[in-house]
């Protein structure tokens, strides 16, 4: 398994702010992804960090709304930019030691933009 | 494209009583199978994953799943249901060995005394 802190759990944020979220392994990992859960709704892959170099994002998302960092293999930052209210969402940071095992996921961050 | 659907958005049964909740994936192969339950506030915990062999598997908390290839299903089973199971279920498909996942929409449970 893998023991995922994401912090901070929960923010309310003013619209036109940036938010950074970390999340933190206490392990090595092959694979680190971002997905967005909106209210009410499933989740949603946001990108995948690449340690060392540019994340890969998915159909839908750009790196100038999304920056994600991934510096070594046992921490990652997503930060959500230039926040609208459609941005609220529970943002979860998710891990995965390559072939044949599972997903981790960390507890979100619950973001609300006013 | 790929895509999971669970056909049932919300799911009430009395406890005690047995639970099959549905999935089922559209895929070119067999994908990697998951189910993830999220109470409320928390992450999600894996409950139980199928990448090859027996097409049934066990999870944790009681819970078992079958894999049906002719059905592109993957569904979720319980033989009698506690009031804490009441949560949101996510069945999840990773295609090709990428550690992506692709999750359905999701079914609420509630669970009557």
């Known amino acids: 398994s893998a023991v995922i802190s994401q912090k901070p759990s929960r923010d309310i944020c003013q619209r036109g702010t940036s938010l950074t979220i970390q999340c933190q392994v206490d392990?090595?990992?092959?694979?680190m992804f971002w997905y967005r859960q909106q209210p009410g709704q499933s989740l949603t892959l946001i990108a995948t960090a690449n340690q060392g170099s540019e994340a890969t994002y998915e159909s839908g998302f750009v790196i100038d709304k999304f920056p994600i960092s991934r510096p070594n293999l046992t921490f990652s930052t997503l930060t959500v930019s230039n926040m609208s209210p459609e941005d609220s969402s529970i943002y979860l940071c998710s891990v995965s030691r390559g072939v044949n095992t599972e997903a981790f996921f960390g507890q979100g961050t619950r973001l609300t933009v006013v | 494209a790929q895509s999971v659907t669970q056909p049932d958005i919300h799911i009430t049964v009395s406890e005690g009583a047995s639970l099959e909740l549905r999935c089922n994936y559209s895929?070119?192969?067999?994908?990697?199978l998951f189910w993830y339950v999220q109470s409320p506030g928390q992450g999600l915990q894996l409950l139980l994953k199928y990448f090859s062999g027996d097409t049934l598997v066990q999870g944790i908390k009681g819970f078992e799943a079958e894999f049906k290839r002719s059905q592109s299903s993957f569904n979720l089973r319980k033989p009698s249901v506690h009031w804490s199971d009441a949560a949101e279920y996510f069945c999840?498909?990773?295609?090709?060995?990428?550690?992506?996942?692709?999750f359905g929409q999701g079914t609420t449970l509630q669970v009557k005394p």
């Open positions: 999840a498909v990773e295609p090709s060995n990428t550690g992506k996942l692709i």
């Open positions: 895929y070119g192969a067999t994908p990697y």
């Open positions: 392990s090595q990992v092959t694979m």
